[in-house]
């Protein structure tokens, strides 16, 4: 028989561990705090060993909860992958691909009726997702530029896709500014992205005050409102810098590592999927 923790307190646990907070694991599981706080005191009383101890008004896990949550979190992501994978069986053929919903919307849906044109039998499902939360997603492949958080293991399966470039954008006003009047606007969960800027250009184009957005195409937004400059990959602009309701007065820059896909991990990459990441590399090699 095997020896397993409590299910429903571990599932506590992870999520606790994940977000760093008992209330936010308790939206998040849809329970109250009381009863998550319960499943950590019954995981911990099971186990014999405390879970956590205070950090000022937090919670930080004791070096051998962290040590556990490590274990745990690569179990639950692969449960979920394989999950996924099971339901998605009842979906029919395919390609299931995750990406970010502004690369999703800016770039690859209108690009969509091109590939449909050449390639009728195979379908496309997207997961569209903020960076923060995009994982595997239990798709056959995710795209995205920026994989520092994911493992070693998964960054060496990457696939390279196309080069990004990414400029930094104002309206034409803001332009104008000293650029210690012009403000910054950041992505609140791809924060290399203006580090890379600044040590690959030698400038710093906005030192004023920082504006953080969870979502790509909610900087651009802010951008064309005009409330400071915006780092962006040119494919998502194109409009925008084509009619002029955004500049790039300070140039553009290539990125480390460049766009990717990432296949999922344990199970091999169908001939539908590998078909759609041909014709991403031409398709991106075109726009850029």
């Known amino acids: 028989m095997r020896k397993l923790p409590p299910l429903a307190s571990l599932r506590a646990f992870e999520a606790v561990a994940r977000t760093g907070s ?16 319960r499943h950590l005191r019954l995981l911990a009383d099971d186990a014999g060993v405390e879970l956590f101890e205070k950090d000022g008004t937090g919670l930080r896990m004791t070096p051998a909860a962290a040590d556990f949550y490590a274990a745990a979190r690569s179990a639950f992501d692969q449960l979920e992958s394989a999950y996924s994978s099971l339901a998605n069986h009842a979906s029919g053929p395919g390609v299931h691909v995750a990406c970010s919903a502004t690369f999703a919307m800016r770039w690859l849906v209108p690009q969509l009726a091109v590939f449909y044109r050449r390639h009728p039998d195979i379908r496309i499902r997207l997961s569209m997702t903020s960076a923060r939360e995009m994982r595997n997603e239990g798709a056959d492949l995710l795209v995205a530029w920026d994989m520092s958080h994911y493992t070693d293991a ?19 006003a803001c332009a104008k500014l000293p650029p210690g009047k012009r403000v910054r606007i950041a992505h609140e969960y791809t924060s290399s992205a203006w580090n890379q800027w600044e040590i690959k250009t030698g400038k710093s184009v906005a030192r004023g005050e920082v504006l953080e957005f969870p979502h790509t195409h909610l900087c651009i937004e802010a951008a064309l409102s005009g409330l400071g400059v915006a780092l962006v990959e040119k494919r998502l ?12 007065p300070f140039g553009s820059v290539e990125f480390d590592e460049g766009l990717r896909a990432l296949p999922a991990a344990g199970r091999r990459m169908n001939a539908q999927a590998e078909v759609f990441v041909a014709w991403l590399r031409d398709a991106l090699a075109d726009a850029s």
Do not use: K, M, Y
């Open 237 to 248: 602009i194109t409009r925008e810098l084509a009619d002029g309701t955004l500049v790039a």
């Open 22 to 37: 008992v209330t936010r694991a308790a939206e998040e599981l849809a329970r109250t705090h009381g009863a998550v706080s």
């Open 154 to 172: 998964d960054q060496r399966r990457a696939i390279p896709l196309a080069p990004v470039n990414f400029a930094a954008v104002c309206v034409p």
